[in-house]
């Protein structure tokens, strides 16, 4: 059974950074594209950044993160990453930990193509 476990969330400065763990177990890192989703209050849910586990090509859907959070993994914790600096107000959000598996085990955009997901961690941003 795949088990995705966030941690890193928290209270910040605007202008302050975190990093937020995926703890991953139950299946093999190698074989699926892995990554992160948020959901703002009031809002759709977003995908952040993904890793295709196959060839780790990196992937950055949401434009106003990019240049400023990082996804990264270490194959030997199972476990990715994502760097977050200069947050903003408006980074606050539930971060979730998603996993794509199966016939199409790929990076994709939409937050229904993936069907594996952790509890979320809290992020805000504020002063």
């Known amino acids: 059974q795949v088990q995705l476990v966030e941690s890193g969330g928290g209270l910040v400065q605007p202008g302050g950074s975190l990093r937020l763990s995926c703890a991953a177990s139950?299946?093999?890192?190698?074989?699926?594209?892995i990554g992160w989703t948020r959901q703002a209050p009031g809002k759709a849910r977003e995908v952040v950044s993904c890793?295709?586990?196959?060839?780790?090509?990196?992937?950055y859907y949401a434009t106003s993160t990019k240049g400023r959070f990082t996804i990264s993994r270490d194959n030997a914790k199972n476990t990715v990453y994502l760097q977050m600096n200069s947050l903003k107000p408006e980074d606050t959000a539930i971060y979730y930990c998603?996993?794509?598996?199966?016939?199409?085990?790929?990076?994709?955009?939409?937050?229904?193509?993936?069907?594996?997901w952790g509890q979320g961690t809290q992020v805000t941003v504020s002063s």
């Open positions: 139950g299946f093999t890192l190698e074989d699926y594209a």
């Open positions: 998603v996993a794509r598996t199966g016939r199409l085990p790929w990076c994709a955009s939409g937050s229904d193509d993936y069907n594996n």
């Open positions: 890793i295709n586990t196959i060839d780790s090509t990196t992937y």
